[in-house]
């Protein structure tokens, strides 16, 4: 008996010891993440306020010109081609028209003798007659972030709307003000930490931007109905006893 007595309170005093440790490690985890997004934010912040956001070409400051070829091409060609004429400037190539016989080429900048240059070679590659007179250089004003976001505001308040009021439902018993407030602080700072890191890394405004923001939206509300599982699954556990 006296054996069975001490394996049970070893027991007892492992497991005390591990749940003991785990917790510590839980607080310790998540002053890491508090302070790693506490860094995020006031790095973003910084370089948001002095450098400002970088634009990809379609909505930055450019210069564009389009080139019939009256056939179909391959884009590595293409780039082959701006390469040469353009260096390490960024180029974006896009094919146009309906039969996709014609190719728009916008860069940062575009002068007289590299439009001389790039029809030449243009002509040389593809057999085509082109001449200066034929092509122009068109400007390509900046956009405004706003400008960008502003056909995706409404839909994104009202998704936002329905899964907090479906979160606030769902988990009723856990307070439901608690839990739009907290649902509220975690989406909003998840896209905070997005724009920080957006900010910090350089990463242009571009066409995988929306993506982001929308998967990061995803992933900030897994993250609330994980947590409140967690808590509800405390309460039922604190309930049977």
Same mark, same amino acid.
């Given at each position: 008996?006296?054996?069975?007595?001490?394996?049970?309170?070893?027991?007892?005093?492992?497991?005390?010891?591990?749940?003991?440790?785990?917790?510590?490690?839980?607080?310790?985890?998540?002053?890491?993440?508090?302070?790693?997004?506490?860094?995020?934010?006031?790095?973003?912040?910084?370089?948001?306020?002095?450098?400002?956001?970088?634009?990809?070409?379609?909505?930055?400051?450019?210069?564009?010109?389009? $080139?019939?070829?009256?056939? !179909?091409?391959?884009?590595?060609? %293409?780039?082959? #081609? *701006?390469?040469?004429?353009? =260096? +390490?400037?960024?180029?974006?190539?896009?094919?146009?028209?309906?039969?996709?016989?014609?190719?728009?080429?916008?860069?940062?900048?575009?002068?007289?003798?590299?439009?001389?240059?790039?029809?030449?070679?243009?002509?040389?590659?593809?057999?085509?007659?082109?001449?200066?007179?034929?092509?122009?250089?068109?400007?390509?004003?900046?956009?405004?972030?706003?400008?960008?976001?502003?056909?995706?505001?409404?839909?994104?308040?009202?998704?936002?709307?329905?899964?907090?009021?479906?979160?606030?439902?769902?988990?009723?018993?856990?307070?439901?003000?608690?839990?739009?407030?907290?649902?509220?602080? $975690?989406?909003?700072?998840? !896209?905070?930490?997005?724009?920080? %890191?957006?900010? #910090? *890394?350089?990463?242009?405004? =571009? +066409?995988?931007?929306?993506?982001?923001?929308?998967?990061?939206?995803?992933?900030?509300?897994?993250?609330?109905?994980?947590?409140?599982?967690?808590?509800?699954?405390?309460?039922?556990?604190?309930?049977?006893?």
């Amino acid at each position: 008996i006296k054996w069975v007595n001490d394996c049970w309170q070893y027991n007892n005093t492992a497991n005390k010891t591990s749940k003991e440790g785990m917790k510590k490690m839980k607080q310790k985890s998540a002053k890491i993440i508090i302070a790693l997004i506490a860094i995020i934010l006031i790095a973003g912040t910084i370089m948001l306020c002095t450098k400002g956001l970088v634009f990809g070409l379609n909505y930055e400051d450019s210069k564009k010109v389009e $080139i019939n070829l009256g056939k !179909q091409f391959e884009e590595k060609d %293409i780039k082959e #081609i *701006t390469n040469d004429v353009f =260096g +390490k400037q960024p180029v974006l190539i896009q094919a146009i028209e309906v039969y996709k016989d014609a190719v728009s080429i916008t860069t940062t900048e575009i002068t007289e003798e590299q439009k001389a240059n790039l029809i030449s070679k243009v002509n040389e590659k593809y057999g085509t007659e082109l001449t200066a007179e034929n092509v122009t250089i068109e400007n390509i004003a900046h956009v405004r972030g706003r400008d960008i976001l502003k056909p995706y505001i409404i839909p994104f308040i009202i998704a936002t709307v329905i899964v907090l009021v479906y979160l606030a439902i769902r988990y009723y018993k856990l307070n439901s003000l608690k839990v739009l407030a907290k649902s509220g602080v $975690i989406i909003v700072l998840a !896209q905070l930490v997005l724009l920080g %890191i957006m900010a #910090i *890394t350089r990463m242009p405004v =571009g +066409k995988f931007t929306i993506p982001f923001v929308l998967g990061v939206y995803l992933i900030s509300t897994y993250i609330c109905t994980s947590m409140f599982d967690t808590d509800l699954e405390k309460i039922k556990v604190e309930e049977n006893k």
